[in-house]
């Protein structure tokens, strides 16, 4: 995405805006589909806060940067965001960038909703600046975790890349299964290929895989190898982060991308708002909106709540995190300090377990809810 020095930024830009700087994967090695839904969902809601006369008759203006999923650039841009001014910060899909990105917003004093990552520790300290939309973590997982039980599985492999955010998921998993009943077997992505994936699958005698790895690679080629191997045939094959969300996925794998269940912070049914905005989205999207998109929605609508309500001063936006009672697109948003979770959080945004239907890749099927 092209994006013009501050500078130029900074003559162009209407003086009296109120400013909201936004953080987003736009390009690989970012998850580039999550941040164009994401993106959309931001302005989508930036636009209605305008039509319906700003925040206290000023426009209110979006400044978008690119994370391109590295956490030193995502750290460079809420130093350049600040310095332009912004009110407060929005946006961010994944989990380890937005960690980088909180760490310096809460140094800078910056106010940021985090839209879409999970990670539980967003910043090493309790810190009044950050709150977040998405489900911890610990609380998404656990509940996958009783979608594997209820389903039958109890000796589940995990395919893993290293990462903070995938160590924790593992952990996760472990902690919660152990007790039971269910047994978690680590394979490390970093000693196999997606072929060898097969044979410790076989050896192991494991009834689940799940993806904790890259998306599109090493994602794709996993479920490839898998799905052509005739020893795993009963295997399932399951993706908690959320991969088979995006159209790009059936797109990549065909028949294959049906029936891998996934995390998704959906309701079963979106009320008459939720509903109004899925039509606004899926027409600027040309495709069906995922739930990073109603994320970005919703981020924007509490930070206007926010906005008209206190002002632009940062202070007082961080001040108002627990007084917030706004009504998203997946329900009523109010944010509560959370046992082990660092950040405001959004306590009780909805989760289901969902998979593309195979019959309709382009449909989705409810499988648990918690």
Known sequence: MNTPPPQAEAIRADRSSVRIGALAPLTRPGWAEAGRHLLAGLELAVGEVNEAGGIAGRPLELVVRDTAADPRRAAAAVDELASLGVAALAGEYHSVVARAAAARADALALPFLCSSAVLDALTEQPTRWVARLAPAQSRGWRIYADFLLSAGHSRIAVAAQSSVYWAAGVRILRDYLAPRGGTVIELDMRALTPTSVCDELADNRATALLLLVGYPEQAVSIVESVRRDKRLAEIMIGAPAGQPEFAEWARLLGEHSAEIPF????????????????????????EAPSFVAFEGYDTVTVLAHILRSHGADRARTAESWPRVAVEGTRGMIRFSRTPGISVWQWARAPIQVVDRDPVRPDSFRVLHTG
């Open 263 to 286: 995390l998704r912070y959906l309701p079963e049914r979106l009320g008459p708002f939720g509903t109004r905005v899925e039509k606004a989205l899926r027409e600027r999207l040309t």
